[in-house]
């Protein structure tokens, strides 16, 4: 049985197309129309109609009221999966950092216009940070949020916060766009992002993003800003970006 023709990098063309199109619903939020599916991917308006209908069928999209197509529901099972998947990668490594540190360590990815943390290392302390793997929060207001907007160009930046209230957790939240690019262009600039009080108050965590994760990762410390003002970053920041990177070639290397 054939499944499509053979692009020459050994990919079948259809479901590439079929990825892409998933990609781009994604993109937009989770919801389009095939117009618009058309002018953002070039491909033909009956190709577009026949894959997405196949989707539709499988329940990996939906078709709205308003005759606009939504992903499906089918997709949560995979993304849960693969979130455990990831969440089992990165536990050694986020093991390792927390060990040397003392410090919570996480892994967060972005998932639309949120972060959802998938892996977590627990800090030995009494007085520590806990955030529950599979939990939610607005990229906007953490370091793994920002550290993963500061990989993005800024026209993609601007359409994601777009999409979603900058609504502020502390008054030490950002709370625009602007501010915001201003700030991503320091992370880049220094190659680890910051959370000082702009979550919780009174929690401060570093994070760097995890280099060629194709749904955009970070991996973080964060603790009780008493102990965290103690941390070196001259020292850490080294660290977490050569455990990033080893991360990131085991994840390559899976693939």
């Not at 992903?71 to 969440?87: D, F, V």
């Not at 003392?102 to 972005?110: D, H, I, P, R």
């Not at 502390?170 to 220094?190: D, G, P």
């Amino acid at each position: 049985m054939t499944t499509g023709p053979q692009r020459a990098g050994g990919g079948v063309q259809s479901v590439e197309r079929t990825f892409e199109l998933l990609e781009l619903m994604a993109d937009s939020g989770g919801e389009v129309a095939l117009s618009d599916l058309a002018e953002q991917s070039g491909l033909p308006l009956p190709t577009i109609h026949r894959i997405i209908r196949t989707l539709v069928n499988n329940g990996y999209a939906r078709q709205q009221p308003s005759r606009r197509y939504a992903l499906g529901p089918r997709l949560i099972r995979l993304g849960e999966t693969a979130s455990r998947a990831l969440g089992s990668w990165a536990r050694p490594y986020l093991a390792e950092l927390t060990e040397i540190t003392g410090e919570s360590a996480n892994m967060a990815v972005l998932d639309g216009e949120q972060i959802v943390y998938v892996a977590q290392a627990p800090s030995p302390h009494s007085m520590r940070m806990f955030t529950e793997v599979g939990r939610r929060v607005d990229a906007h207001a953490t370091a793994v949020g920002k550290a993963v907007l500061a990989t993005m160009p800024a026209d993609e930046v601007a359409q994601l916060l777009a999409r979603t209230p900058m609504s502020p957790k502390t008054e030490n939240t950002i709370t625009t766009i602007e501010s915001m690019h201003e700030e991503l262009e320091r992370i880049r600039a220094r190659g680890y992002s910051i959370d000082d009080g702009e979550q919780e108050v009174g929690v401060r965590c570093f994070a760097v993003a995890v280099p060629g994760a194709p749904a955009g990762a970070a991996i973080s410390i964060s603790g009780p800003e008493a102990r965290m003002t103690r941390i070196s970053t001259d020292e850490v920041i080294p660290l977490m970006q050569r455990l990033a990177s080893s991360l990131s070639a085991e994840l390559s290397a899976s693939a």
